[in-house]
């Protein structure tokens, strides 16, 4: 059983392994910057964040770049005119907000004990854009399960707070 992945070398000639930065004839420990793939919490893989975190720990890790930490699923704008979706999402409980975040937030404060990382930047992508994206819209006006917790969040936003 063996493991693949790919190295890729500068024009000098250097690279980095786990940790190792491998030049001509030496050899230095690095604490690199980890990019996490898409994360999407709550329905995410711990299989494979139990990797990520082993690895930030392997490596010693500095940071943790991260991506599409936030699912949206229950205020998705992809979703927003598909009352069929919609209702089987109603089903399982995934259109409460609320729950989401504290998801997203449970899975945040594990990656950051876990991991022992030191930082962690969440790059603005397409998955967390959809909570702006729906106050921005004024969307939570017509979502009665969610219009609190938007009226809360959008006043927040309009005090320049992200």
């Known amino acids: ?38 994360l999407h919490a709550g329905e995410h893989d711990d299989s494979a964040l139990n990797a990520w975190m082993e690895i930030c720990r392997k490596t010693n890790a500095k940071e943790i770049i991260a991506h599409d930490i936030f699912n949206g699923n229950s205020i998705s704008h992809w979703e927003a005119e598909d009352i069929v979706t919609r209702a089987m999402r109603a089903k399982i409980n995934e259109l409460d907000l609320k729950s989401e975040l504290e998801v997203t937030g449970f899975v945040l404060d594990k990656i950051i004990k876990e991991s022992k ?7 603005k992508s397409n998955h967390d854009e959809f909570l702006i ?23 927040v936003a309009v005090n320049g707070n992200d």
Not at 4 to 26: I, P, T
Not at 133 to 155: E, I, M, T, Y
Request: charge should be positive; aromatic fraction near 14%.
């Open 133 to 155: 994206r729906w106050l921005k819209s004024g969307r939570f006006a017509g979502d009665p399960h969610n219009f609190q917790l938007g009226c809360v969040l959008a006043d």
């Open 117 to 123: 990382v030191k930082r962690i930047t969440i790059a």
């Open 1 to 38: 059983i063996y493991h693949f992945r790919q190295v890729q070398a500068d024009e000098d000639g250097y690279f980095a392994d786990l940790g190792v930065l491998y030049k001509h004839n030496s050899t230095s420990k690095i604490s690199p910057i980890f990019v996490m793939g898409d």
